[in-house]
Structure formats: C-alpha cells, structure tokens
C-alpha cells in the first residue's frame, strides 16, 4: 500500500476529569461512521471467500442480566421470562444455520469461540447444554482453542458452573468488578463479595485451564484504601489472569442521566490521572507477585500458557460471526453489528431477513490502521508484521505521530518494534486516535 501519509492533528492534552462518553477503543473506523441499511453490503461479504489462514470465531451474546448495573451501557434486559429467553436462543440458532453454507463460511470450523453479554451465566445449566449442543450441531466447535465465557459471581451455583465446564469452556471470565460490598452496591452491581469468593472456590474446583477476573478502577466511591484492598484481595485468589479498565462513564448509562438532571459535566468518580495511577500500582503489584503485563488492561500469571485467543485473533483480521442481538462480526474487510433492540431483532430472523443494524467496509488502508491501533493496546507492535501483510513500513506511515509520542514519553521505535512505556500504555485509548485517518478523528468515539 503506497497511501500517503494522514497529517497529524495536534497533539491534545490528556483531559483530566472523567467526563461523559466513551474511550475506550473496540474497533476501527470508529462506530459513528458505520452506516445502516447495509444488509446488501452484509450478503455481499459473506458470498466471497476468505483469504488464506485467516482464522474463524465465533461470538454469541447473551443481552440478559439480573439487573442493570448503574455504569452499564450495554443493551440488556433484566424482565424476559424462560419463554422469552427460550426464543432469543432459538432465534440465534437460526440466525447461524442461515450463515454457514454461505461462501465465506462453508468448510471452516471456529479457532475460537466467545460468550458474552450481558450475562452468559444468567442462563440455566439446561439452557447452557440445550443452545451449545444445537450451536455445536450446527457448526462444530471440535478445533476450537479457546472457549471462553463471561460470568456474572452471583449467578455461579455447583450446578451452574458443572455445565459450563462440560459444554467445554476453557477460559471462565469473572466479573467482579470490586471487592467492596458498598462499592457494588452503589454502582448496582447484582453480586456481593462474598458470592465472589464462594464462585471462585467452585471454579478453581471444577478446573476450568483459565480463570480470569474482571476488575474496574474508579467505580462510584472509590477510596485509595479500597483500590489497595482490591489489588490485595486479588493476589490472595491468584487468578491465571486479570482484567482492570478505567471507569467510563458513557452517554447512556445511568450515572450519566444523573449527571445531566443535576447539570454536571464531571462524572461523580476518580479523574483519569488518578485511575491510571490506581492501575499503574496495581500492575506494579501484580508483577512483584509474579504476573505479566500483556496489555493496557491484562496481567497474566503465565503468558506462555494463559493466552487470550478470542483478543489475540480478532485484533489480527480474524473473521467472526457474531450471533444475537447487538452483536458485532466481522466478514471479509465488512464490519457490521445487528440490530439492537431485540423486538426488532427476532423480527427480522422470523422473518428471514439479515439482522443488519449498521455496517463498514473497510478498505485495504483502514484494515491496516485497525489492525496497528488495536495491537498497540498490547504494548508492543512488531514492524515486520505489517511490511509482510500490508506492505507498510509503519516508522515511514507514522513518523510524525511517533515523533511526538517519544517526546511525550509515551513510546520509543525500534528497527523491529514500536513499544509503548508503561505510561503510553495506561493511556493507549487516548494515543490511538492520533493514528486514525484525519477524517475519521473525532471528539466523541461511539
Ligand atoms: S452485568 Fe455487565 S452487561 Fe449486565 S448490566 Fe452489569 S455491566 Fe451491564
């Protein structure tokens, strides 16, 4: 790819104050620029084939929780019925069956398959084995390296977590969140502490190969002597990995609707400087005891035998087929999401219709850059990757954005690599949107 390169934007100052909206950085070009109506663009994509090697996943949401958490902004429902959740199911099984004889699918089996919400453990142990055995009837899972699922602690009863061992989990993700009853009170988590160590005992016990927990700095009330007793409890349990992101606080979400009824553009949580300090001490303590930093937001205990395969495809040009409501795939170059309100969504696959909410076609140029932005949330790029997939000499393409990223302190280059500094790193979300193309930078990433 020969494209010249985008002029820099200048430089803007890390904000400080935790103010509305998303930073948090899932995907490339970002989310505004998609457009709707696009189920021709979606039919198009998946009747070409792939290129060679590139791996298949597969991600199936689950939109069902026991209640809404106050800094959540997931589409989810906590009022549908067994009835209701009976058909949501069904409706993602068909929504398959019309996928995989198409050209792009036909013959590949998942390297790697996904449960998230929502709260994929809200389901019921026969409600696990009944949707995994019809999914696995109808593209089977037997290549699959990782099975990876997320749990909500208060939903793990023995029998629950038997079943999600047997339908052949292999990574159980923990969604603590925080040690500090209060704290998950007034954030209006669903669990308690105490139903967090019960479900770790039960999953250490069941053998699952990796456990991960789920944490986030700066909820609601967060105390430095909070946040240290967090990090204490966590390498008490000694997980395989551990997760921590920076509290957001997006438009949606119902601190945000608090904030706007009293007027106030400042979330009523830690600055960002603040949380990146939180996180910074507590990636310094996970490593004293032990763990490696794998991203800006993982350690893990063991790297060479705690991997994260559903991260490390997708942010490589994976293909993955994401099923129900609000899910995101990703064919051939297009990305698109399903709709998002599941009304409409079981309407369209009733009515034999694509469940297209928005989609993007990215070109050559855009594969590129997302592929770069999201493996720079790893800390560490490696040059030859892209001369050998992209023909791109990244030092030349992006001179001047790492220019003046070194000076900042946030990064250094190499011959072979571009490594962010830890402090680069407990802000990546931020550098990443100096590398978009110029017309895609915006204030607000949604
Ligand atoms: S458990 Fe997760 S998906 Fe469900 S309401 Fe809370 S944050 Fe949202």
């Known amino acids: 790819m020969n494209a010249a390169p985008a002029p820099a934007a200048p430089f803007t100052p890390l904000q400080n104050s935790t103010l509305a909206g998303n930073y948090f950085i899932s995907n490339y070009p970002p989310f505004s620029f998609w457009s709707e109506n696009q189920n021709a663009e979606v039919a198009a994509a998946i009747a070409t084939t792939s290129a060679p090697d590139t791996k298949l996943g597969l991600y199936h949401h689950i939109p069902f929780c026991r209640k809404r958490c106050h800094f959540c902004y997931f589409r989810v429902y906590t009022d549908k019925n067994a009835q209701d959740i009976q058909t949501y199911l069904d409706a993602t099984i068909t ?174 949580v830690a600055d960002w400087q603040t949380k990146r300090r939180w996180v910074k001490e507590a990636f310094a303590a996970l490593e004293s005891a032990g763990y490696t930093i794998a991203s800006g937001y993982t350690a893990v205990l063991d790297p060479q035998r705690t991997k994260f395969v559903y991260r490390d495809e997708l942010w490589t040009g994976a293909d993955l087929i994401g099923l129900g409501v609000a899910s995101f795939s990703h064919a051939a170059g297009v990305h698109y999401q399903n709709l998002t309100e599941i009304d409409a969504y079981l309407a369209a696959i009733h009515a034999r219709e694509r469940p297209t909410k928005r989609a993007f076609r990215t070109s050559p140029e855009e594969l590129m850059i997302r592929e770069f932005i999201l493996q720079m949330k790893l800390g560490r790029v490696q040059l030859g990757y892209f001369v050998e997939k992209f023909h791109v000499k990244l030092a030349d393409r992006f001179a001047t954005q790492f220019g003046h990223l070194a000076a900042e302190g946030f990064l250094t280059v190499s011959d072979t690599t571009v490594q962010l500094t830890r402090d680069g790193l407990l802000c990546v979300d931020t550098l990443l949107h100096e590398f978009f193309l110029a017309h895609h930078r915006t204030s607000k990433i949604v």
Do not use: C
């Not at 749990?151 to 159980?172: C, F, S």
């Not at 967090?230 to 601190?255: G, H, K, W």
């Open 95 to 268: 929504e398959l069956k019309t996928l995989v004889d198409q050209p792009l699918y036909r013959g590949r089996k998942p390297h790697f398959v996904y449960f998230g919400g929502g709260t994929p453990s809200y389901l019921s142990a026969k409600q696990l084995h009944e949707l995994t055995d019809k999914l696995k009837a109808v593209l089977p899972w037997d290549a699959a390296q990782e099975v990876a699922f997320e749990a909500e602690p208060g939903t793990l009863n023995p029998g629950k977590l038997t079943a999600i061992k047997d339908i052949g989990v292999t990574r159980l993700s923990l969604g603590v969140e925080h040690f500090d009853d209060h704290v998950l009170e007034i954030n209006g988590r669903a669990h308690r502490s105490a139903e967090v160590f019960t479900a770790y005992e039960r999953a250490r016990a069941e053998n699952f190969s990796q456990i991960n927990i789920d944490l986030i700095a700066g909820m609601l009330e967060e105390t430095e002597a909070l946040w240290q007793r967090n990090i204490t409890q966590t390498l008490a349990l000694r997980p395989d990995s551990v997760t921590i992101y920076q509290m957001e606080v997006p438009y949606n979400t119902t601190i945000y609707k608090e904030m706007k009824a009293e007027g106030k553009l400042a979330a009523p």
